[in-house]
């Protein structure tokens, strides 16, 4: 058989994890140390989302062969919960995925330096105004389009080779209108990485806006996953689920 392995598969969601929260969360600090006093625009939240979009579409192809690229524990939660990957394995994704997104965030320290924290790490936190509803809905939304976007775009009715680029796509699409209620988290694992980095090099984390973050965005995931899952399934799916036989991948 040509299946990777179980730690293989770990080691690849550390590696995708790290890579998209260096890469998407860095340009947030990034950002604001090239502007300097000038304000922050849609351009500059343009580039941002573009940041993310880009690790995500480079992880895709150079590690989806491997584990999936998951790379957020809502997708690995929605296939589970979904039947499209075994939970017994969503434990370890999830650890793996939290590593990495600490791991990545430990990274833009080692490039950017302290001035990174000082200017907040790129940590995902409520906009000016935004009340826990509103940030819930923010981030469920998000999450739910993006998570949706992975099951079509690798399902096996799916044009072959475009996943990754699709996927890609609606993250930057998505960062652009939630990122001014919330940061567009839209990923557990990316919001929780930069807390503990950020907490430990001493700068300021609202940690009472965490479980808000993280039920919005796994439950967004679990209903992305059964959506799709009612919307897509056929009479033959059906009648292989009848007869005891693995099911189809979507």
């Known amino acids: 058989m040509d299946?990777?392995?179980?730690p293989q598969r770990l080691a690849a969601e550390l590696i995708g994890t790290a890579i998209l929260v260096f890469v998407g969360v860095g340009a947030v600090p990034a950002a604001l140390m090239t502007n300097g006093a000038a304000p922050f625009t849609m351009?500059?939240?343009g580039m941002i989302s573009f940041a993310f979009a880009?690790?995500?579409v480079a992880t895709a192809y150079a590690l989806g062969p491997i584990s999936g690229n998951h790379i957020n524990p809502a997708v690995t939660v929605g296939l589970a919960a979904a039947g499209k990957f075994p939970w017994a394995q969503v434990p370890a994704y999830l650890a793996a995925q939290s590593v990495g997104a600490i791991l990545g965030a430990a990274a833009i320290l080692g490039v950017l330096g302290s001035r990174a924290s000082d200017l907040g790490l790129?940590?995902?936190t409520y906009g000016p105004g935004v009340g826990t509803a509103q940030a819930f809905t923010?981030?469920?939304?998000?999450t739910f389009i993006l998570v949706l976007t992975v099951?079509?775009?690798t399902h096996r009715k799916a044009a072959a080779g475009f996943a990754g680029l699709a996927i890609g796509l609606v993250v930057f699409g998505v960062i652009l209108p939630v990122a001014p209620a919330t940061g567009a988290s839209i990923n557990p694992a990316r919001t929780v990485g930069p807390m503990?980095?950020?907490q430990l090099a001493g700068g300021q984390v609202q940690f009472s806006q965490l479980p808000v973050y993280l039920l919005a965005e796994l439950s967004a995931g679990v209903l992305a996953g059964l959506t799709f899952l009612a919307l897509s399934r056929t009479a033959a799916d059906?009648?292989?689920r009848a007869a005891g036989l693995p099911a189809v991948k979507g």
Do not use: P
């Not at 299946?3 to 179980?6: A, G, Q, Y």
């Not at 923010?138 to 998000?142: D, M, S, T």
């Open 138 to 142: 923010a981030e469920f939304v998000g």
């Open 43 to 45: 351009a500059d939240l």
């Open 238 to 240: 059906r009648q292989v």
């Open 3 to 6: 299946d990777n392995n179980l």
């Open 54 to 56: 880009a690790a995500v």
């Open 196 to 198: 503990l980095v950020q």
């Open 151 to 153: 099951f079509g775009a």
């Open 122 to 124: 790129g940590v995902a």
